[in-house]
Every structure is written in structure tokens, then in C-alpha cells.
């Protein structure tokens, strides 16, 4: 399983297109630092409303590419995602300083920015 995530890992850092997918916002955003980048769900934490993921550079946040957890920010719904997804994926740094994600949509490897 671990292979299997570095494998996923890399393939998000050498991504240049992607197409579109099913876009998901959650209400309210655009008041804190924020970015985008390509990620592979590695875990979908439901009950406690959190997504871990493999993501490339936040450079606006200040985050290298690495694996975490992210909380998601209220109406997000992840019933249409599943472990091992290609997504991209949107993230604000909150005014308590923690990094949720705003929105993200499923991608493919050929096409355009889904976000």
C-alpha cells in the first residue's frame, strides 16, 4: 500500500493536463491565503470530516509537496470521492491558522483544470 501511494504521488507531481471532473464547492470561501494542486486521496476520514492526501506544492501556503490530513470546510460533500482518486484540489489557510480544503473535483490525466 505504501508503494502504491508513492507511486500516486508522483504521478500528481509529473501531471501538466488534466480534464475536467465533478466540481465540488463548499459555501463561503475567499477570505485567507489560498492555492491549488493536484492530490491523491490516500484516506477518507467521514465521520470526523477530513481528507488525507499526497499534494504537490502549496507554494501561496507555504507547504512542500507531503501527505496529511486536511479537514474540509462545511457543505463539502465526499460521498463521490474514494481512496486512490486523482483530484485537484483547492486549499485556504483559515484565520485559526489551520488548512481546509474549499473545493476539489476528480481529473484524468489528459485535458483541462477541473477547478
Known sequence: MQTKT???????????????????YAAGQQSGKVD???ANIV??????NRVKI?????KNLGMRPMSMFF????????????T??????????????THRIMAMCKIAIEGEPCL
Open 6 to 24: 508513492w507511486v500516486a504521488f508522483l504521478t500528481v507531481l509529473l501531471l501538466t493536463h488534466y480534464s475536467h471532473g465533478n466540481k465540488v
Open 36 to 38: 491549488r494542486t493536484v
Open 43 to 48: 484516506e477518507i476520514d467521514k465521520s470526523g
Open 54 to 58: 499526497a499534494h504537490g506544492e502549496l
Open 71 to 82: 479537514g474540509v470546510t462545511g457543505n463539502l460533500d465526499l460521498s463521490g470521492f474514494a
Open 84 to 97: 486512490d482518486d486523482l483530484i485537484e484540489v483547492e486549499i485556504k489557510r483559515g484565520r485559526d491558522g
